[in-house]
């Protein structure tokens, strides 16, 4: 019967070629519409995830506390008030995965003709680990490195290009001030942060050869800030209370004292960009629903056509034996099948157009397989949705009226 | 058993101008096996009276037995099955689908039977070359001429093997010469003892079957059973 019935309803679009394609081509602009911004909204927020997993992933920052000369307040990080032993302290703390002192400037380096004023980030070896920030060439730095403050450096990208230029640095020196630094390893480049710094240019080393031999630092052993990476998002925020309380107590700090320090969770941070590149996918896709919804629409309008043209059809269809469910699951199956074929079509034309805007602009562009499936879905409804009343209309005729009908 | 049994049937309807009675309480039996030509001025509530008894159409008062089954107590479904399996129809205007091929068209009674496309097909058939028309099974309706459209269609209220054929005006589109055909074929169906009723306001039409009724003003003024008389177009 339904072989049959799907045969019938094949032959009955057939018949009017023009009208079933215009009906489709609705179907085919609206899922293609939905295919292409869900791809580009996908698109946009991959896009922000992977800005936000090149900052490192569950990074808490620990700053320390600013000072205060008559009045002036200088920022956070400049007052000496955490230290190495502190970062020692926080890494036996439960849900801590890695911990990096970080003690960093700015200072002019020289290379033969070249020079560049870059970020020094004086630290330890697992600073690399807690941002996910592998090696493009070369090796690190180790602990005895650390230990004795050697002058090894390991350079970003932006920072080898300008001054290295075409030559290979891995193995090369290049001046600060007049001391010589001899490049271990490249660093792996990252792009912008999501306040549109460059994250390459960038020199790291050991946070004792910075304090000493680059920053001449006054209190030695005191850092900036301290990056912890805590071992799962779930596990953040009890850290970051017990991060907080290790501190104050460390700082011997009095129960009405404020922090001298600043905790920062760079998740929030990160939560924040995602959540707004979601809304604006969601936003694309909204917008391109309507375009289903007026496609969904046509269906409904030429489906009344239909059953207006077919009334003396259906009187006979009902005088020789068909039930009336059987003429209303007729003109649903036509409507289900211009939706679906309809949405194939758009399917293809959407995914087509996802990879050529891809292509084009050179941006991120996301073509899911659960997108397309909930488009299909969306489309096999739309059918059954708008193409219901009509059918029902169909089902519901009086068969003698319907006879009679000329 | 009578295979129809009609007792103090009514139809009324609203027009216009007021309800309009187009049934007063008819009565009417057929036994098996009859050829009842139903005639009539237009208005006098035959065409009324065949949409009731092809149930497709309710009484608002009165009772009708079909097969021995009370028709006014079923759903329209039931109705629908009736009208798939018990009754075969014959319209003035052929009615054919004109998508479909002949075979598809006689095959259609079928699909809403439920039966498989292989029995359809050979029942379909099986009814076209019964009617004469084998050969043409591939062809569509605007293809062949009226009497053929009206075999065709003669093929499909046969195709479930139906106990009752209604016809009504079944030669009103077509020529004496094809009318008198149609009638010889709805005679021969006859004989294999199919209860035939048509409706007709042709005397030499209506002379080819047994009993004639003639209603007037929604009542039956006429039930005579004549012998097959000279001028019968069949």
Not at chain 1, 105 to 133: C, E, F, I, K
Not at chain 1, 169 to 180: D, E, L, N
Not at chain 1, 304 to 332: D, H, N, P
Request: neutral net charge; aromatic residues 6%.
């Amino acid at each position: 019967m339904l072989g049959a019935m799907l045969h019938e309803a094949w032959q009955a679009m057939g018949a009017n070629r023009l009208r079933t394609g215009l009906t489709m081509l609705g179907m085919v602009i609206g899922v293609g519409a939905v295919v292409l911004m869900m791809a580009i909204g996908q698109g946009a927020q991959y896009a922000v995830a992977q800005t936000i997993s090149s900052m490192g992933s569950n990074i808490f920052v620990v700053l320390s506390g600013y000072t205060a000369v008559g009045g002036v307040r200088s920022g956070g990080g400049s007052a000496p008030t955490l230290n190495v032993a502190d970062a020692d302290a926080i890494a036996e703390l439960d849900g801590v995965d890695t911990v990096a002192p970080v003690h960093w400037g700015s200072v002019q380096m020289v290379h033969g003709a070249n020079n560049w004023n870059a970020a020094v980030n004086g630290t330890t070896p697992a600073y690399l680990d807690a941002r996910s920030w592998p090696l493009a060439e070369g090796h690190s730095f180790t602990d005895s490195d650390v230990r004795a403050a050697t002058r090894v450096a390991l350079i970003g990208r932006t920072v080898a290009e300008n001054l290295f230029g075409e030559e290979p640095p891995v193995g090369k020196t290049f001046r600060i001030g007049q001391a010589p630094f001899v490049v271990l390893g490249v660093l792996a480049s990252k792009g912008q942060n999501l306040d549109g710094r460059d994250q390459d240019d960038l020199v790291v080393m050991p946070y004792t050869t910075a304090q000493r031999k680059v920053f001449g630092t006054a209190f030695q052993g005191s850092v900036r800030q301290i990056l912890v990476k805590a071992t799962s998002s779930e596990a953040m925020p009890a850290l970051e209370k017990s991060i907080e309380a290790l501190l104050r107590q460390r700082h011997r700090l009095r129960e009405s004292a404020d922090n001298d320090f600043t905790l920062r969770n760079l998740a929030a941070v990160a939560d924040s960009a995602a959540e707004t590149a979601r809304v604006m996918s969601m936003l694309l896709g909204a917008i391109a629903s309507v375009s289903l919804l007026v496609g969904g629409i046509g269906i409904m309008n030429i489906m009344l056509v239909s059953v207006t043209e077919r009334t003396r059809e259906i009187g006979i269809r009902l005088a020789i034996g068909a039930r009336q469910r059987e003429i209303l699951l007729q003109f649903l199956l036509e409507a289900i099948i211009i939706s679906v074929i309809g949405c194939l079509v758009g399917l293809s034309l959407g995914v087509g157009g996802a990879l050529l805007v891809g292509y084009l602009t050179k941006t991120a562009v996301v073509v899911s397989g659960s997108a397309a499936l909930a488009a299909f879905a969306v489309a096999a409804s739309v059918g059954v949705f708008f193409g219901y009343y009509p059918a029902h209309k169909a089902a519901r005729l009086d068969p003698i009226e319907a006879l009679r009908y000329q | 058993m009578a295979l129809i049994t009609i007792e103090g049937m009514s139809k009324s309807y609203v027009t216009a101008a007021g309800p309009f009675l187009a049934l007063k309480q008819v009565s009417l039996s057929v036994e098996p096996g009859e050829f009842v030509a139903i005639m009539g001025p237009s208005g006098s509530g035959k065409s009324t009276f065949m949409n009731l008894l092809g149930c497709l159409d309710r009484p608002d008062a009165g009772h009708y037995l079909l097969d021995g089954q009370r028709i006014d107590a079923l759903t329209p479904d039931e109705l629908a099955a009736i009208r798939n399996r018990t009754i075969g129809f014959v319209f003035q205007g052929f009615n054919l689908l004109p998508r479909m091929s002949l075979e598809d068209n006689v095959a259609l009674p079928l699909v809403y039977r439920g039966l498989d496309r292989e029995t359809r097909r050979a029942r379909a058939r099986e009814m076209l070359a019964k009617v004469g028309l084998d050969g043409y099974a591939a062809s569509l309706p605007s293809r062949i001429s009226g009497g053929q459209q009206q075999r065709v269609a003669i093929a499909r209220a046969l195709v479930n093997h139906p106990r009752l054929i209604l016809a009504d005006e079944p030669t009103g589109n077509l020529d004496s010469h094809t009318s008198q055909d149609i009638m010889t074929l709805f005679t021969a169906l006859n004989a294999e003892g199919i209860t035939v009723i048509l409706v007709t306001h042709e005397p030499d039409i209506a002379a080819c079957a047994r009993r004639q009724v003639r209603f007037l003003d929604g009542e039956i003024v006429e039930d005579s059973l004549t012998p097959r008389q000279e001028n019968a177009l069949c």
